[in-house]
């Protein structure tokens, strides 16, 4: 009786909270309504060939993210990258050796419209992967490599998310009558 009183008092929490969160304009990512992760204008962009190895993980998770389907057919937007990256040694023995490093990986990113050629949107992002420094030198370079990968997944996602909030932004400005829908 008391657990079955606790889940209804539960259940009309959650049914409360998600009508408060709707009446103030709260929309999940990935609404179907194409305003989040899921966002039909994703699809339209093509990102260009980013420089080193790192860059090629980035590019290629980007286009599994921003368009699962494969590549745009008609891209209208073009999506350009810097990327660069540090390391810092954080954790040391009573030796001064370093024991732990923190990988940076920091990218600068401007998408543009490609027909006119403006840009629509240039931000920075940058992540942290941590890994160990071990007394094997190869152990330490694969566990580096493993770092500059997941920095590598965390940063598209990331982007993406970043892009699916402009275009997000952009359709509820125009749906206001703020600013044409490009």
């Not at 009309?12 to 709707?22: D, E, K, R, Y």
């Not at 994703?42 to 990102?47: E, G, M, P, T």
């Not at 509820?172 to 490009?182: F, H, I, L, M, W």
Request: some cysteine; aromatic content about 6%.
């Amino acid at each position: 009786m008391w657990c079955s009183e606790r889940t209804r008092i539960a259940a009309a929490l959650v049914v409360l909270i998600a009508t408060l969160l709707s009446g103030c304009g709260f929309r999940p990512m990935n609404s179907p309504q194409g305003s989040g992760a899921g966002h039909p204008e994703l699809a339209a962009i093509s990102v260009t060939p980013i420089a080193d190895r790192v860059g090629q993980l980035l590019h290629n998770r980007l286009l599994d993210l921003l368009n699962p389907r494969g590549r745009p057919v008609s891209p209208r937007y073009g999506l350009n990258i810097q990327l660069s990256e540090s390391i810092e040694q954080i954790g040391f023995r009573k030796t001064e050796l370093a024991t732990r490093a923190n990988l940076r990986l920091y990218a600068v990113y401007t998408l543009y419209d490609l027909t006119s050629r403006q840009t629509l949107v240039s931000n920075k992002q940058s992540v942290v992967s941590s890994y160990n420094i071990l007394q094997a030198d190869y152990a330490t370079l694969v566990a580096e490599e493993d770092a500059r990968s997941t920095a590598a997944r965390e940063l598209a996602d990331e982007i993406r998310v970043a892009l699916a909030v402009y275009f997000a932004a952009r359709d509820d400005e125009a749906r206001q009558g703020k600013t044409p829908p490009s």
